[in-house]
């Protein structure tokens, strides 16, 4: 239980094109979606919280123009990066949490490699 | 500001021993903890959350939790090639659900 599914795996594409992610939980709804980025050797960093419903919290020093959020349900939040450019080449991984309950953890997507030519 | 701390590593381990992984964390009011494990190029996988002082069993791997001291940590019996990875302590600090999580610590096992 608990799968996590992230789409596409990989894209290429060129700088100023905008690039969307999906990722969905498949076996449980999720109230609470988190992006997180992720560069070569260094750790996990979250992005924005996504609630389904409202709009998403983003962290310090994230533009949330740039950065598109949208949990339009409970199985599916997208992460829209806008006007792509090289420097936002990276890992982004999609995390969701069952709701009702604050001991439940935060299972992954696969993750989606982003290179911006 | 909240924190989570890890040794680094790399951590390198015969196979068939112990692994001892280690993590401390800043806010005294946690309640949640787990364990990721990320292999390279890969996104992280629960192995083990726990939320009791304690130990907490699951195959090969036993999570510690000890509240008093404000720290986590992850054994792995029988140490595997297939273990080397780096792992992730990550600790609810109950703002919104966001995990926090530590840098990791990256743990060979030689065979």
């Known amino acids: 239980g608990a799968v996590v599914s992230q789409h596409p795996s990989w894209v290429i594409c060129k700088s100023g094109t905008s690039v969307k992610i999906e990722c969905r939980s498949l076996d449980f709804q999720a109230t609470t979606m988190f992006w997180y980025r992720q560069f070569p050797k260094q750790s996990l960093m979250l992005m924005a919280t996504?609630?389904?419903?409202?709009?998403?919290?983003?962290e310090q020093g994230v533009e949330k123009d740039k950065f598109l959020i949208n949990h339009a349900s409970l199985t599916l939040s997208t992460l829209t990066v806008t006007s792509a450019h090289p420097e936002d080449s990276s890992f982004y991984i999609c995390?969701?949490?069952?709701?009702?309950?604050?001991?439940?953890?935060?299972?992954f997507g696969d993750g989606t490699r982003l290179s911006i030519l | 500001q909240k924190e989570v701390e890890q040794n680094s590593g790399p951590l390198s381990v015969p196979e068939g021993a112990i692994a001892s992984l280690n993590c401390t964390y800043s806010d005294r009011g946690s309640q949640s903890f787990f364990w990721y494990r990320q292999y390279s190029g890969k996104s992280p996988e629960l192995i083990m959350s726990i939320y009791s002082n304690g130990d907490k069993e699951d195959g090969r791997f036993t999570a510690q939790l000890n509240k008093a001291s404000q720290y986590v940590s992850l054994l792995i019996r029988d140490s595997q090639p297939s273990d080397s990875a780096t792992y992730l302590c990550?600790?609810?600090?109950?703002?919104?659900?966001?995990?926090?999580f530590g840098k990791g610590t990256l743990l060979t096992v030689n065979p």
């Open positions: 990550a600790v609810d600090m109950g703002s919104n659900y966001k995990l926090t």
């Open positions: 995390s969701a949490r069952v709701g009702g309950s604050s001991n439940q953890p935060q299972h």
């Open positions: 996504s609630n389904e419903g409202s709009k998403a919290t983003y």
